[in-house]
Nanobody
Framework: QVQLVESGGGLVQAGGSLRLSCAASGRTFSNSAMGWFRQAPGKEREFVAAIGTSAGSKYYADSVKGRFTVSRDNGKNTVYLQMNKLTPEDTAVYYC????????????????WGQGTQVTVSS
């Protein structure tokens, strides 16, 4: 069993930055690939970023590539999502997820999910 707790969401103006954190507990964090997903009102959940167990593999959605950076600190059991140059289109609830030992863009691969953190970008 894995527990995931996201933090760092909030309200920011367009062009601003936020850093989301996801603290994990319960099973060996370093053996889990981690993903970030988001869901905007009225839309399906979509992939944002993923990182492999040793951070050697990173994947990004085209919509965030060059603006968002995923990283992890296995010593702190935490994965981060640095979000820069935010736009109103980034407004959503952001979720972190833990899966097997291979990073993937597919949400069905991930077994455990956090409760989500709201990110709102004003124009």
């Amino acid at each position: 069993q894995v527990q995931l707790v996201e933090s760092g969401g909030g309200l920011v103006q367009a062009g601003g930055s936020l850093r989301l954190s996801c603290a994990a507990s319960g099973r060996t964090f370093s053996n889990s690939a981690m993903g970030w997903f988001r869901q905007a009102p009225g839309k399906e959940r979509e992939f944002v970023a993923a990182i492999g167990t040793s951070a050697g593999s990173k994947y990004y959605a085209d919509s965030v590539k060059g603006r968002f950076t995923v990283s992890r600190d296995n010593g702190k059991n935490t994965v981060y999502l640095q979000m820069n140059k935010l736009t109103p289109e980034d407004t959503a609830v952001y979720y972190c997820a833990a899966g097997g030992n291979i990073a993937t863009i597919y949400d069905s691969w991930y077994d455990y999910w956090g409760q989500g953190t709201q990110v709102t970008v004003s124009s």
